[in-house]
């Protein structure tokens, strides 16, 4: 157990309303990332931060944004969504040192109807 | 992007049958992880391994770090029901960005 949560687990909506999903950590981890799945693609980064304020682009980030104001919370949020943006997403984190390993959330499953 | 390629896709085999799963990247790898997931279910770290050559088991599970750092192993011995899931292989090519395979959906037949 890594001490990650994501909330909410479930949500669905409609499209063009924005939608932010949490992701909170309890063990002060500096890398936090933000990954969407879809069947036939496995798991794809969407951002990721190094820390407060810093964060970067993965390789599916068009259509979002993140925020990261405390280390323990990763903020993702759809401005407006789409029915693409229908995935279920995970939040990581990288517990590091000599062994950097990567730990996930449970997951938020997300529908745009 | 990094293009990580799994196989099989997947396999359907009898209960107390050994199984086994390959990863290759088309660039070289510092960290091979091996992850398994449960429907409904974040991924689960199984064995990371950290240097080419290197061969960890846990339990039942052995995978093991290519020598051309380029792939990686996974094997199941004498599989159980419980094995059933998805089970992903993952790497940072540099820095500390993660790519994943698609996966391997593994079932496993009483």
């Known amino acids: 157990d890594a001490g990650i949560t994501q909330s909410p687990r479930h949500k669905v909506t409609e499209t063009g309303t924005p939608v932010t999903l949490r992701c909170h950590q309890t063990e002060n981890h500096r890398y936090m990332y933000w990954y969407r799945q879809d069947p036939g693609h496995g798991l794809r980064l969407i951002h990721y931060?190094?820390?407060?304020?810093?964060?970067d682009k993965g390789e599916v980030s068009d259509g979002y944004s993140v925020s990261r104001s405390k280390t323990e919370d990763f903020l993702l949020t759809l401005e407006s969504a789409t029915s693409s943006q229908t995935s279920v997403y995970f939040c990581?984190?990288?517990?590091?040192?000599?062994?950097?390993?990567?730990?996930f959330g449970p997951g938020t499953r997300l529908t745009v109807l | 992007g990094q293009q990580l390629n799994q196989s099989p896709q997947s396999m359907f085999i009898q209960e107390g049958e050994d199984v086994s799963m390959n990863c290759t990247s088309s660039s070289i790898f510092n960290t091979w992880l091996w992850y398994k997931q449960d429907p409904g279910e974040g991924p689960v770290l199984l064995i990371a391994l950290y240097k080419a050559g290197e061969l960890t088991s846990n339990g039942r599970l052995t995978a093991q770090f290519g020598i051309t750092r380029k792939d990686s192993f996974l094997n199941i011995s004498a599989s159980i029901p419980s094995d059933v899931g998805i089970y992903f292989c993952a790497g940072p090519p540099g820095g500390n960005q993660f790519y994943f395979g698609t996966g391997t959906s593994l079932t496993v037949i009483p």
């Open positions: 931060s190094y820390g407060v304020k810093d964060t």
């Open positions: 990581a984190i990288l517990r590091g040192g000599n062994t950097d390993t990567q730990y």
